[in-house]
């Protein structure tokens, strides 16, 4: 028998599920992207690392065959236009040695992509 309360309970309940429902495309395509994105950093890490210059895949000059250091920096501040108000990197000092892997991160706008 069909009754009020009933068709009630049945509507909120029906309405408690239009937003998992509507969020379903978007989290099936989060992970879509998400496989896909791991699928590309597994392939990075699985390439050959060539330490050595010979081997390397790239051409480099012979002054840093030689030089333990292929970059260096030492007590860097950087800053848009010399404006000391806004400072992007700060008393910077890190040495990169030649032939190695080097990992950038932090947080958004901390100055990564400056760095480089």
């Known amino acids: 028998k069909l009754t009020a309360a009933a ?35 597994q392939k990075f890490l699985a390439l050959k690392y060539s330490p050595t210059i010979d081997d390397a895949p ?6 840093f065959r030689g030089n333990q250091d292929c970059v260096q920096l030492h007590n860097v501040t950087l800053s848009p236009n010399n404006e000391e108000e806004t400072v992007v990197l700060r008393d910077v000092t890190f040495s990169l040695p030649f032939a190695s892997l080097c990992v950038v991160k932090g947080d958004v706008g901390s100055g990564k992509t400056t760095l480089l």
């Open 7 to 41: 068709v009630f309970t049945s509507l909120a309940l029906f309405n408690m599920l239009v937003g998992p429902l509507n969020a379903f495309p978007w989290v099936l395509n989060g992970m879509v992207e998400a496989w896909v994105s791991l699928n590309r950093v």
């Open 58 to 63: 790239f051409v480099l000059e012979d002054t």
